[in-house]
T-cell receptor, first 115, second 115 residues
């Protein structure tokens, strides 16, 4: 299957700092999704990207779909303690054998915010 | 008004037992999924169901069997549980249609511990 390389694996930042994380792949994806997972909870969708080059914001979050369709980044501005969690990128690709799209996930970026 | 719900939240059982995890979504979605999250937080798809038909089945042991009584439910049955089955299992759902509509929404997870 398709693989996503997500970095960094973990981050420790001071409250108020900006954060940047990214995902890359050698394969092309149709859509990119960014999720956040809080401890003991399921992943929650933050931003969905549909077109190459698309730049989308959701409050303090900004994400972009790379022009080559092989990468995406997520930025968080002015971090706050509740931003703590694990952030996952995910990409849709078409599975010809199944005749449908499948979502594959990066391995996550664990964010810690120091007050 | 929970969108995707799972029961139970925690499941502790002995090796060799058979157990089931239930999932329900009230979003009117056509496709439902089961994911396994291991101790390193890696999310891997196990199954997806579309209108009661299995459309993707990753290399999952046949001890695992999804069962969908209707479009709103996708239960996961596990036979002869093994130690390596211990993980958090997430149910998710998404609307059918073009790729633009395939955002997946996750349940809160079921933490399975096999002793």
């Amino acid at each position: 299957g398709q693989q996503l390389n997500q970095s960094p694996q973990s981050m420790f930042i001071q409250e108020g700092e900006d954060v940047s994380m990214n995902c890359t792949s050698s394969s092309i994806f149709n859509t990119w999704l960014w999720y956040k997972q809080d401890p003991g909870e399921g992943p929650v969708l933050l931003i969905a990207l549909y077109k190459a080059g698309e730049l989308t914001s959701n409050g303090r979050l900004t994400a972009q779909f790379g022009i080559t369709r092989k990468d995406s980044f997520l930025n968080i501005s002015a971090s706050i303690p509740s931003d703590v969690g694990i952030y996952f990128c995910a990409g849709h690709y078409f599975v010809a054998g199944a005749g449908s799209y499948q979502l594959t996930f990066g391995k996550g970026t664990k964010l810690s915010v120091i007050p | 008004d929970t969108a995707v719900s799972q029961t139970p939240k925690y499941l502790v059982t002995q090796m060799g037992n058979d157990k089931s995890i239930k999932c329900e979504q009230n979003l009117g979605h056509d496709t439902m999924y089961w994911y396994k999250q291991d101790s390193k937080k890696f999310l891997k798809i196990m199954f997806s169901y579309n209108n009661k038909e299995l459309i993707i089945n990753e290399t999952v042991p046949n001890r695992f069997s999804p069962k969908s009584p209707d479009k709103a439910h996708l239960n996961l049955h596990i036979n002869s549980l093994e130690l390596g089955d211990s993980a958090v299992y997430f149910c998710a759902s998404s609307p059918r249609g073009g790729v633009e509509r395939r955002e997946q929404f996750f349940g809160p997870g079921t933490r399975l511990t096999v002793l």
